[in-house]
């Protein structure tokens, strides 16, 4: 079974090797912060939020992903290993 974690730790390996910085996000004065922060060269920042296949956010994570889409931030939900190149993909390619 693949769980979140191993979607994640995935995730920031790649990102990674293509130079991208992927921040943990420790939001403690609000629930339901996406899980990481990455910063790309040129400045560009999105979030992501990891989930294991087949599970989707819950309503605080979603109010949370609005409130930073309302801001002009992009956030994407990532729950599995395809989803990461497809993430990353806008970024580096």
Do not use: W
């Not at 079974?1 to 995935?10: F, N, P």
């Not at 790649?14 to 996000?25: D, H, N, S």
């Not at 990455?38 to 309503?59: A, D, H, I, Q, T």
Request: hydrophobic letters at 40%.
């Amino acid at each position: 079974m693949l769980l979140e974690k191993d979607i994640e730790k995935k995730f920031c390996e790649t990102a990674k090797a293509y130079g991208l910085y992927p921040v943990k996000m420790t939001d403690l004065s609000r629930k339901g912060a996406p899980d990481r922060m990455v910063l790309c060269n040129g400045g560009s920042v999105f979030f992501v939020e990891f989930k294991r296949p087949g599970l989707v956010p819950s309503v605080q994570q979603l109010r949370y992903h609005d409130h930073l889409t309302e801001m002009g931030f992009n956030v994407y939900v990532c729950d599995s290993m395809e989803e990461i190149h497809n993430i990353l993909d806008l970024y580096v390619f």
